[in-house]
Every structure is written in C-alpha cells, then in structure tokens.
C-alpha cells in the first residue's frame, strides 16, 4: 500500500517538474525571440517638424515576453519604409521610440493672405447661411460656391441685366468728375425680379471655413473635433489697393438689406485635379 502511494507521489512530482520546466523553457524562448521596433539612432535628434529620414531610424530589438500591447502604440521596423519623409510632431532624442503619436499631424488652422499678387490683400468674411440651403458635409475648405439673396424692392440699376440705362451712365460719369476717380465696376452677379421680390446670385467665393470646420468632415471627425456652426461660411474675399472687390460689396449690401436672412448656397462642381 505504500508503494503505491510513493509511486502517485513521484508521478505527481514527476509532472510538475515537467510542467514547471516547459514553463521555464517557453519564458527563455519568448526572451530570445526579438521584435524589431523603429527608433532613433542615437546619434541624431529630430526635431518637431523635421521629416524623417532614414538615416534617423535604427531597430530596436524588444523580446517578445515583454511586448506586450506596445505594437498599438509604436512602429514595427518592417513598416519604417512608410515613415519616411513624414514630420514629426514634437522632438525625438537619439534611443527613443518612434510612436505613433509622435507622427500625428496637427489639425489644420485658418490660413490665407499667402502668396497674393502685389497690392492685394485677403480677408475673410462670414456669411450666415440658410441651414436647410445645403449639406454641409458635403461642403469642404477649398470648395467654390455661389451665395443666392432673395430681397424685396426693385433691382439696383447696377445689377448686370445684359444692358444698362443712360441715367445711371450718367450718374456714373458725375461720380468719377465729382471724385476725379473711376466708380467701381458692378458686382458680377445675375437677378431675377418675382412677385415677391429679387433674387440675386453672386460669387463664386472660396469657403475657407464651415463654422469652426477648416478641413473635410471625415478629417475634423478623426480629430474627435465636433463641427459647429456650420451655417456660418468663412469664404475668402479680396482688397485690391485697399478698395474690397465688387461682389464682396455686393453681398454685404444685400445682407444688410435682408437683415442677414435668405442666403442659399449654390456648389460649384470641385476641380477634377483636386481630388
């Protein structure tokens, strides 16, 4: 009977050792297995903004045991092809990690007055729209569209109509003796006079924000940014020797005149290079 039980015992004893060796032995396998990650070469800092290059990228061999979930955060050494000529969103010291919020581009910001000929100026003018007039997101930054002003009372004489009358040539041709300085030339603009009144559309003008959107809806969504305000259009108007262009007077008229009420939009179809 107590053979028996030592022959259970030493079996038992027999199976622990030789699970707490296969133990042993998976833990010293998972050590010696390596995983490449991208890194910066010690020898080199990169600062915020700077492109990456691959000079500036070493692997850096991790065991597997100890990975963990480190592969949702940092890139693997086969994927560094793609980080290549990427900025970099805050200063990476020799022997760091590269992770993946070091590369995460910064949300766009309102830009304009770049690169304009001599004597011109940009600004930006908000425009509170009818928000049953469009989807705005179908509607990005860059996109052109026409603003369509219903009104009431009889058209301005300076409305192009394909013709003009001779007393408002006439009045014209006062201002410039009177001044010693030509009238602005009409708004580009087309009116249609209902039962109800006018209907005048005018632009085309560049949105440069929808609300405090300033890029794609997709791209503002990935953010995590909420959209607001995406009745009121930022749309880029110019200064031509500190004189604002015709239509922009245009439309600031006729929003005065409605109290900044009955404006549609109208988008123009998107230039094919662009997309």
Avoid: C
Avoid at 143 to 164: N, R
Avoid at 189 to 202: F, M, Y
């Amino acid at each position: 009977m107590k053979g028996i039980q030592g022959l259970i015992l030493a079996l038992g004893l027999g199976i622990a050792g030789a699970l707490f060796n296969w133990a042993y032995l998976h833990q010293k396998s998972l050590e010696q297995a390596m995983v490449l990650f991208v890194g910066i070469n010690p020898n080199v800092t990169v600062n915020a903004g700077d492109k990456l290059s691959e000079d500036h990228l070493v692997p850096v061999a991790i065991p597997a045991g100890s990975v963990g979930n480190l592969k949702d955060f940092a890139y693997l050494w086969e994927s560094r092809s793609s980080l290549v000529g990427r900025p970099v969103y805050r200063t990476l010291t020799g022997g760091s990690l590269v992770l993946r919020e070091d590369l995460k581009t910064p949300p766009p910001e309102l830009v304009f007055g770049e690169n304009l000929p001599p004597g011109e100026e940009e600004r930006v003018l908000w425009v509170p729209v009818a928000s049953n007039s469009f989807v705005p997101s179908l509607v990005s930054p860059g996109d052109m569209v026409d603003f369509v002003v219903s009104y009431g009372g009889p058209t301005p004489a300076y409305v192009s109509s394909g013709s003009s009358s001779s007393s408002s040539s006439s009045e014209e041709g006062s201002s410039e003796e009177e001044s010693g300085q030509p009238s602005p030339k009409p708004a580009p603009s087309s009116s249609i006079r209902t039962a109800k009144g006018n209907i005048e559309v005018l632009g085309p003008f560049k949105i440069l924000s929808l609300g405090n959107r300033l890029s794609s809806w997709e791209v503002w969504q990935a953010w995590g940014k909420q959209p607001a305000n995406e009745n009121v259009l930022g749309v880029s108007v110019r200064l031509k020797n500190g004189q604002l262009e015709p239509k922009a007077q245009r439309l600031i008229a006729l929003l005065q005149e409605t109290g900044f009420r009955n404006v549609t939009v109208m988008l123009r179809p998107r230039d094919k290079k662009s997309r």
